[in-house]
Nanobody, 118 residues
């Protein structure tokens, strides 16, 4: 099982990035997928989730209307489009998978760094 994030990097205030998470080794379409992030010196927080059926939920008011999660089941890939980036979005972003009916079955990616400068 692998979740491999990519697309992170350094960007200036107001810029955009698109993160990807390539999944392998499990049936991607049966899993709810989420993006978490962890800023320096802080705990990991849930940013947004997309269910196996495509319903989305945002858990951070600070990213509302700026971040959008999506998935391509044919490519077993999860995405996070991030627009109007702010320095407070600086964090390591992690991809997470949870089986839609067996919640104990979960996988994590290794994370990708996003740094936003002002």
């Amino acid at each position: 099982v692998q979740l491999v994030e990519s697309g992170g990097g350094e960007v200036q205030l107001g810029g955009s990035l698109r993160l990807s998470c390539a999944a392998s080794g499990f049936t991607f379409s049966l899993y709810s997928m989420s993006w978490y992030r962890q800023a320096p010196g802080k705990g990991r927080e849930l940013v947004t989730t997309i269910t196996s059926s495509g319903a989305t939920s945002n858990f951070l008011d600070s990213v509302k209307d700026r971040f959008a999660i999506s998935r391509d089941n044919a490519k077993s890939t999860l995405y996070l489009q991030m627009n109007s980036l702010k320095p407070e979005d600086t964090a390591v972003y992690y991809c997470h998978a949870r089986h839609r009916s067996e919640s104990r079955v979960q996988y994590w990616g290794q994370g990708t760094q996003v740094a936003v400068s002002s």
